[in-house]
């Protein structure tokens, strides 16, 4: 029981192995994927995606707006952003989310994509750091 799943973002192939399951953060919610699943395409949202490698403990990462295709045993994830705990600075993004809500005071000087923009932005870093305090190693 298994299916091929990659993940690719712009900058590269974020994962690419041979997996028991996946839970993605689809529009309408979490849905899981399994072997055999009907195909679909479906639209991501930003959140966490979880999955289980063959030779391995199950996985997690931030992923960011995409889409996702399940054809036959094949789960391919495209996404704007794709990142393990170990790669979340999160000064970095609690910086980040400081500037966009800043940003986001003026919005009625804002046109409605620059407003859209800024909001999607500062809905992927709460999602980030959310993602970085769920999964921090103890003692740290």
């Keep these: 029981m298994s299916m091929e799943f990659?993940?690719?973002t712009p900058d590269e192939v974020a994962v690419a192995a041979t997996v028991e399951y996946v839970y993605l953060p689809g529009s309408l919610g979490e849905m899981g994927v399994l072997e055999h699943h009907t195909a679909l395409i479906t639209s991501?949202?930003?959140g966490e995606l979880r999955y289980k490698p063959m030779d391995g403990p199950e996985e997690?990462?931030?992923v960011g707006t995409g889409f996702v295709q399940v054809n036959d045993d094949h789960v391919l994830m495209v996404t704007d952003l794709a990142l393990n705990s170990s790669q979340i600075d999160e000064g970095s993004v609690e910086r980040a989310i400081q500037e966009a809500q800043e940003v986001l005071k003026t919005r009625s000087e804002?046109?409605?994509e620059e407003q859209a923009r800024f909001e999607a932005n500062l809905t992927k870093q709460i999602m980030m750091l959310n993602f970085k305090r769920k999964h921090k190693s103890?003692?740290?």
């Design 60 to 62: 997690s990462m931030v």
């Design 6 to 8: 990659k993940v690719i």
């Design 44 to 46: 991501l949202e930003p």
């Design 110 to 112: 804002m046109s409605r």
């Design 138 to 140: 103890p003692g740290r």
